[in-house]
T-cell receptor, first 113, second 109 residues
Framework: DAGVIQSPRHEVTEMGQEVTLRCKPI?????LFWYRQTMMRGLELLIY????????DSGMPEDRFSAKMPNASFSTLKIQPSEPRDSAVYFC???????????FGQGTRLTVV | KNEVEQSPQNLTAQEGEFITINCSYS?????LHWLQQHPGGGIVSLFM???GKKKHGRLIATINIQEKHSSLHITASHPRDSAVYIC???????????FGKGMKLTVNP
């Protein structure tokens, strides 16, 4: 398996633009997580899905952020409109079931100017 | 106070040294994870444990549930071990991971 695949690896966008980050989890994994990493706050959970259903979105910073998982092999994290403070590395991770080892993607480095 | 505390925040060692990285947590957990993040940014899961000790190559992870403390040991350290080591916990049976700030390790040749 190729592991968790995220795209794009890097994204530079202007403030106010819509940004969509994509994630393909490992086949057969039932849980998917979106994390954000910044220098100030470290790694933080934004939202996680179990069997394609959002379970905990308490980490989503505000209404500008939304995440979907239309099927078991694809998820998106959308920011609309983007702001400079959204600049961070966004990681997607998946695990086979609850409370098991998580496998991380390579991350998407987002820069909003 | 953060739920997960790591110490030290930074550590520089010489190749071959035995290294210990500590993690303390203040909440009930179902599991504790040790993650490694290399300068390129990718994150790799090293261990997931809920009791006792696990070993993989030169890495050993231990956890003491009563003391709410875990350690990651690196034997015969090597420059390629240079990375940020992150401790994270599944709090109260949730799948949600709570992360420590990480510890930056530099191993000099």
């Amino acid at each position: 398996d190729a592991g968790v695949i995220q795209s794009p690896r890097h994204e530079v966008t202007e403030m106010g633009q819509e940004v969509t980050l994509r994630c393909k989890p490992i086949s057969g994994h039932n849980s998917l997580f979106w994390y954000r990493q910044t220098m100030m706050r470290g790694l933080e959970l934004l939202i996680y899905f179990n069997n394609n259903v959002p379970i905990d979105d308490s980490g989503m910073p505000e209404d500008r952020f939304s995440a979907k998982m239309p099927n078991a092999s694809f998820s998106t994290l959308k920011i609309q409109p983007s702001e400079p403070r959204d600049s961070a590395v966004y990681f997607c991770a998946s695990s086979i079931q609850e409370n098991t080892e998580a496998f991380f993607g390579q991350g998407t480095r987002l820069t909003v100017v | 106070k953060n739920e997960v505390e790591q110490s030290p925040q930074n550590l520089t060692a010489q190749e071959g040294e035995f290294i210990t990285i500590n993690c303390s947590y203040s909440v009930g957990i179902s599991a504790l994870h040790w993650l490694q993040q290399h300068p390129g940014g990718g994150i790799v899961s090293l261990f997931m444990l809920s009791s006792g000790k696990k070993k993989h190559g030169r890495l050993i992870a231990t956890i003491n549930i009563q003391e709410k403390h875990s350690s990651l040991h690196i034997t015969a350290s090597h420059p390629r071990d240079s990375a940020v080591y992150i401790c994270a916990v599944n709090s109260g049976g949730s799948e949600k991971l709570v992360f420590g700030k990480g510890m930056k390790l530099t191993v000099n040749p």
